[in-house]
């Protein structure tokens, strides 16, 4: 479909769109530091941040900075009877390949550092390219692909991973934080800052005024997630791309439901052997021991960290079964029909997209260990078959909240 055919009638409606449950309101002008929310399902829909632009571009640069500086200096070591065992960011990642963990591998991979640098250089294209007032081309890919990637980015939760790796060995060894560390550190912070201040609608403003598009007068529109226009589905019939950012649009998330069922089954079938094999082997002067998930969080209330045993019980234990309850009962409530309160549906939906990728917590702790505790006939850690399952089980409950499609709970409460 050609954005200059005379079928399409481009023009401007000042118009906000919720994402989540499809709800149109009239656009309102509001201050910097104010955000406009969905009266019907709570969802942030709009939010302005003053000199943007400028901000936006400071952090992200600092972010490119940081992250030369993370890779370029040892991240964290380990000192144990007189050895010494340092790292860098992706040391745990070459040690997985040496044990053929290919999978667990390219996840960590590409969860601690791909889509981090893909942030990093999308949001300096896209600023750069606003900054010089140029339009590349790309450039509306690059913008889109910009939030689809975000939730992949865990540096955050690497970062608590690897504060859990400290305290787990500082009772049997000197940990020696290295300047990678920090800089890895700051690195998280800038790239929340630089998402935080990226006003997404001004640059699709900038990039092409019109954010409608019809091919008659009484078309049915659907609304872009990509670039939030609100295209005709006259429009749609002959090609199912918004001509204003090409993605593509749909009324709904086809097979939403039956995507989102097969993925949970899959996650709860994962999470039998997730919980019951051992997640990691520790060999100590020759004598093996296996950690299963429960008696790892054991062990370290028995040590004292009462609060860091919390973290990783709520994280790798209640998160992932709460979350596969949770989106049980939204498919339960689309299957049913008018059950329950749609918008409590939309904020346990919201909820349960938000806190299921922090269970990756224990994947990067082993991660870790594996990476700094290799002392010869001192002590080895090995991961053990859990970990795979238990990554496979993030996952899968990740793909499920993303392919579920939340306006479904208010398209059955209509009905």
Request: glycine share 12%.
């Given at each position: 479909m050609s954005v200059n055919s005379p079928a399409v009638r481009a023009?401007?409606?000042?118009?906000?769109?919720?994402?989540?449950?499809?709800?149109?309101f009239d656009s309102v002008p509001f201050v910097a530091g104010q955000q406009l929310s969905c009266t019907y399902c709570g969802e942030v829909m709009k939010v302005k941040h003053a000199n943007w632009l400028i901000r936006a571009a400071a952090f992200t640069a600092t972010g490119l900075i940081l992250f030369l500086l993370t890779l370029a200096f040892p991240f964290i070591g380990l000192e144990a009877a007189g050895q010494e065992q340092s790292s860098r960011l992706l040391s745990g990642v070459w040690a997985l390949l040496d044990r053929d963990r290919y999978l667990l591998a390219s996840l960590v991979f590409i969860t601690i550092f791909l889509m981090p640098l893909v942030e990093l250089v999308g949001l300096g294209y896209v600023i750069g390219a606003r900054w010089l007032n140029v339009k590349p081309p790309g450039l509306a890919k690059?913008?889109?692909?910009?939030?689809?990637?975000?939730p992949w980015n865990m540096m955050e939760i690497f970062f608590i991973g690897v504060l859990i790796t400290t305290i787990k060995l500082g009772d049997i060894a000197s940990l020696l934080p290295g300047i990678g560390l920090y800089a890895f550190a700051g690195l998280i912070l800038v790239l929340i800052y630089s998402h935080t201040h990226l006003d997404r609608e001004a640059l699709w403003h900038w990039l092409r005024h019109e954010n409608r598009f019809c091919g008659r007068d009484d078309d049915l529109l659907v609304v872009c997630h990509g670039c939030g226009a609100q295209v005709g589905e006259s429009l749609l019939d002959a090609n199912d791309r918004c001509p204003r950012c090409h993605s593509t649009v749909r009324r709904r998330i086809p097979d939403s439901y039956q995507r989102t069922l097969a993925l949970l089954i899959a996650a709860t079938v994962l999470y039998v052997p997730a919980n019951l094999l051992p997640i990691m082997t520790t060999v100590q002067f020759g004598v093996a021991s296996s950690d299963t998930i429960m008696s790892g969080v054991v062990h370290l209330f028995q040590s004292g960290n009462v609060g860091i045993a919390l973290v990783v019980f709520v994280a790798s234990v209640l998160v992932p079964i709460t979350k596969i309850f949770a989106i049980a009962y939204l498919l339960w409530a689309v299957h049913k029909g008018q059950q329950g309160n749609p918008r409590h549906q939309a904020i346990l939906y919201r909820i349960t997209e938000f806190v299921g990728r922090w269970s990756m917590i224990d994947v990067f702790v082993v991660t870790l260990l594996v990476a700094l505790v290799q002392f010869g006939v001192l002590a080895n850690i090995e991961?053990?078959?859990?970990?795979?399952?238990?990554?496979?089980?993030v996952v899968l409950t990740m793909l499920a909240a993303e392919t579920f499609d939340p306006r479904l709970l208010w398209d059955a409460h209509s009905e």
């Open positions: 023009s401007y409606a000042d118009v906000i769109v919720c994402h989540g449950c499809d709800h149109v690059v913008l889109h692909l910009l939030f689809v990637i975000r991961p053990g078959g859990a970990i795979v399952c238990f990554a496979g089980v």
